[in-house]
């Protein structure tokens, strides 16, 4: 209000300036002269005083100045390393990396949660037209580093360039996308812009909006019109559906989280008890999985351990830096580490030891079949780890109280699935609580997410049109 006030008194004071010059009510060639300069800073106030107010020019310095840090972090991070080096030359390694003679079928995935999301989708569309050539995006090294596991799928990816006009121009032109897709969300601005300006088919998949995004303030103007480029939006929930109406977007579709599907292809490709130590390990006992647990989890283990008579316990630290597991070595002395047991002769402690820690990644998602109920990280954070993970193999589930992201943890809350934890105290009666009834309620989780399958192939339909 104070800013418009202001605005509005120097086009005030211009307006008269341009009188008094314009009449020659001022005749002395100084006053004029002065007149003249003092109507030059006025005029350059008032332009930028509407840059600064201009979300698009605040939103460009922010993409500059996030460089710029990113550059700064790289001495220091060797996340933000990968980042930085990821994207030096990509114009160069986008011209080498993609034919010119294919159609292009791009994803975005902002890292590695949201390709595997997608990835069902991907396999859908490549087996509807295997003409594509696939390629994704990542703007996180946590995507770049890790999806070759998943297999062959990818004919090649690269880091999605900062999101400045030119860099948005130079990317569309180079990769000449025949459709491109977003997975979840990170909705770049000037990146859809050109899209539309193209007018590239654009889609977005498993997208997911809550009122307190930027789309739906006051001042969203800019991104909201981003958004606009989007041809259509398979969105998760109608909480999301709501929100884009609101918007003016009546191209949605609710059809679900494509992670339900991911979750139960992985599960299919699991072989039952493929897994020695595991098995050796847990031998049939009631085992609670800490997966991608957080200091916070970790700490709640510690104080409760002694009350879990009889429980084995697996942990799957989120960080897996030697420091923090030298930390959770010292909470639990007796734990035996997963990569120390390196022969069968080191397997015997596995019968008498309580805790076992999964030092290295890749193991979790498989770990869970060997589970009675899972703790799942991050739910103190506000950074729910995906606990369709567990709910696939039936296992209930606890985590901690800041989950409003995650629309599948009130899901599961409400249908009886999952419990929250808010402290430590309450966390042995929870266990004991989501014990009961056991059989039914692993049978209840696993039929609910065998029915949120088959979406990916309706999606992939109805954007191929077959």
């Known amino acids: 209000m104070v800013h418009s006030v202001l ?20 005749n002395d060639s ?10 030059s800073v006025i005029n350059k106030f008032i332009y930028f005083y509407r840059k600064l107010n201009s979300l698009s020019f605040i939103y460009s310095i922010f993409i500059h100045c996030l460089g710029a840090f ?10 933000s390393k990968l980042w930085v080096n990821g994207r030096v030359n990509w114009r160069q390694q986008l011209k080498r990396a993609l034919p010119t003679d294919r159609k292009i079928l791009w994803f975005h995935c902002a890292s590695l949660g949201e390709f595997d999301q997608g990835l069902p989708l991907m396999q859908s569309m490549k087996e509807k037209d295997p003409s594509y050539f696939l390629f994704v995006t990542f703007f996180s090294p946590s995507g770049m580093e890790h999806y070759q596991k998943r297999g062959a799928l990818v004919d090649a990816a690269c880091y999605l360039p900062l999101d400045t006009r030119s860099n948005a121009r130079d990317f569309v032109k180079i990769v000449r996308p025949d459709l491109a897709i977003f997975v979840k969300y990170e909705f770049w601005p000037n990146l859809l812009h050109v899209l539309g300006e193209k007018k590239i088919k654009t889609v977005a998949v498993s997208a997911i909006f809550r009122k307190n995004q930027v789309y739906f303030k006051w001042y969203g103007h800019f991104f909201r019109k981003a958004l606009k ?29 494509l992670r339900y599907e991911r979750v139960a292809q992985a ?27 957080w ?5 709640i283990l510690r ?18 830096t030697e420091k923090h597991l030298d930390s959770i070595c010292l909470m639990f002395p007796n734990a035996l580490r997963y990569t120390q047991l390196s022969n069968e002769a080191s397997w015997e402690q596995l019968g008498s030891a309580q805790v076992l820690i999964l030092d290295c990644i890749g193991l979790l998602s498989s770990a869970y079949q060997y589970g009675s109920l899972a703790f799942v990280g991050g739910g103190y954070t506000g950074s729910l780890h995906n606990i369709l993970e567990p709910a696939v193999y ?47 309620r692993s049978q209840e989780i696993m039929d609910f997410v065998e029915a949120q399958r088959g979406m990916a192939a309706f999606i992939s339909a109805s954007i191929l049109g077959n």
């Not at 041809?231 to 949605?252: C, E, I, K, P």
């Not at 072989?271 to 390990?281: G, I, M, Q, R, Y």
């Open 7 to 26: 605005l509005e008194k120097a086009q005030g004071i211009l307006l008269q300036l341009k009188s008094l010059l314009f009449y020659g009510l001022v």
């Open 303 to 320: 104080a409760s351990l002694t009350s879990l008579e009889g429980f084995k316990v697996i942990i799957a630290p989120h960080d897996l």
């Open 70 to 79: 990113m550059q700064l972090a790289a001495r220091f991070n060797l996340k």
């Open 295 to 299: 200091p916070k989890e970790e700490e």
């Open 267 to 293: 599960k299919e490709q699991t072989t039952k008890n493929s897994n020695p130590v595991l098995a050796a390990f847990t031998n049939e006992k009631n085992v609670l999985i800490l997966g991608s647990s």
């Open 30 to 39: 100084t006053h004029n002269l002065g007149l003249l300069v003092l109507e």
């Open 394 to 440: 039936g296992l209930p589930i606890l985590f901690g109280p800041i989950h409003h992201k995650f629309p599948e943890a009130d899901l599961f809350l409400q249908k009886g699935f999952a419990l929250e934890v808010e402290n430590g105290n309450e966390f042995v009666e929870k266990v004991n609580t989501l014990l009961q009834n056991q059989e039914k």
């Open 229 to 257: 480029n989007i041809g259509h939006f398979y969105v998760q929930n109608d909480n999301s559906a709501a929100l884009l109406q609101r918007m003016g977007l009546d191209n949605h579709t609710v059809t679900g989280d």
